[in-house]
């Protein structure tokens, strides 16, 4: 949870978070209890709580952080290692909501290739044949009455769906993944919304909603979440986090594209033929310096 960058009040906390398979990190204050943090052990920090951790009979399985104050640690676990004993803000909240901020605008912008079909009889339907990237785009008022979404798309694109408007819900849905889609490859974008609202469902994918308030009630999620603050209620947290696609020597993933045979090097080393293409290209965060620049 991320709070807002703008407005300090607006401590973007967290409640009710009980079985998450992979870590938490909320600006404001986690307060929680019979819950599972990190449970499969997946990082070895399981929880940061910028502000603070109040805790009581749960379990927390790696490195915990918190910023200020902590309440009914003595009640929890921790089989891995000790309780925190010092303050420490190993993430800094607020460059990290204005970067995701950002990148959920940049991701809004993505052109739907083709678009998904309207909600006939509580079905909606997204068809899209790009091998690398497929992005739909749903109104919030397309989600009333939706309880079933399927998704068909070449194996291995990634898939981004855009829901514009500022109060979303999604209640009782179901997912039909086609190709052996997985999660990981698929990223939900609220760039819109206020409020959140996800309830009964097994989602399918991970969730970014840097300005709404979310609300999670009975079920599950297979993917990250990321929201302005979150209150979940008896839904389980799922490892499956989002990752676009990343090339060992080539920057994309489609055997069709051309990897090596339009950019061979000479005995020069200058390549011979270069091509237009689009693709994916990490780099990692942090600062780079050039000729002093």
Known sequence: TLGDPNDPTYSGDASGIQDVQGPVAVQGTLTTTGFALNSRQLKPVAVVANAGLNLTSGTVNGNAYYGTTTNGLPSVTFPVNPAPTTPQHPINFKD????????????????????????????????GSNQELNAFQISSSSLTGAYNFVINVPQGSIVIINITGSNPAIYGAGFTRMNGLSPTNMLWNFPDATSLQIQSVGFMGSILAPFAEAQLKWGSIDGTVVAKKAVPTWIELHWAPFQFPVGGGCLVRDPAWSCSNDTKIDDSGRALSLAPEAGFFQIDGGGYVSEGY
């Open 96 to 127: 990290a909501a204005t970067k995701l901020q950002a990148m959920s605008a940049a991701l809004k912008r993505y052109t739907a290739g083709v678009a998904p079909t309207p909600n006939n009889n509580g079905t909606i339907s997204m068809v």
